[in-house]
């Protein structure tokens, strides 16, 4: 668990999706409802990709060019073809030109063929991502700066919490307490 959680910050700090990674659309459905989990394993590990895979791929068009998580459906001599599960059409059917290797991010790890599920766990994500903002906020008014806010504030914050901490314990082991 923790191999997994260290996995989804390093992959959130890189902008790759690797760790615990989860869908926010129904398109995935029945495999993955909305705010379902899975293990987005990179494709470097992951091996090759092969039709049937679930993956994650940095979209053209689908989701205003953002990350996308649909199975592929056909390999072609232009690209890999995609499909969400409840989706009645491919993404190329649409305004999504064929998925290319540099395009594809990770892979869903399948154990006996099917996806492994973690249910539900976007609702903890998104609501850890919510206290996260709202502790930037408060501090950032507190301090009156917007240097706190964002992926960089976050930085910050942490990088102060880390120094108060190694202060602390560094002046408690010199006075010798436990």
């Known amino acids: 668990v923790g191999l997994l959680v260290l996995l989804t910050i390093i992959g959130g700090v890189l902008g790759q999706p690797m ?3 989860f869908v926010e659309t129904g398109s995935m459905e029945p495999q993955l409802q909305p705010d379902d989990g899975f293990i987005a394993v990179p494709t470097a590990v992951g091996g090759p990709v092969e039709s049937g895979d679930v993956i994650v791929f940095d979209a053209v ?5 953002g990350f996308v998580t649909h199975r592929v459906v056909e390999k072609t001599e232009e690209g890999y073809i995609t499909k969400g599960d409840a989706n009645p059409f491919t993404d190329q059917d649409g305004s999504e030109p ?3 290797e540099g395009q594809i991010r990770a892979k869903a790890l399948k154990v006996g063929g099917e996806v492994v599920v973690i249910p539900g766990i976007g609702v903890v994500v998104n609501g850890i ?3 996260i903002e709202s502790l930037q906020q408060t501090l950032a008014g507190l301090f009156g700066t917007r240097a706190l806010l964002g992926t960089q504030g976050l930085a910050y914050i942490l990088l102060g919490f880390g120094t108060i901490t190694y202060v602390l314990s560094s002046v408690v082991e010199r006075s010798g307490d436990k």
């Not at 068009?61 to 060019?65: E, K």
């Open 129 to 131: 991502g919510a206290a």
């Open 98 to 100: 064929p998925v290319q």
């Open 19 to 21: 760790g615990i990674s």
């Open 61 to 65: 068009n689908l989701n205003d060019g």
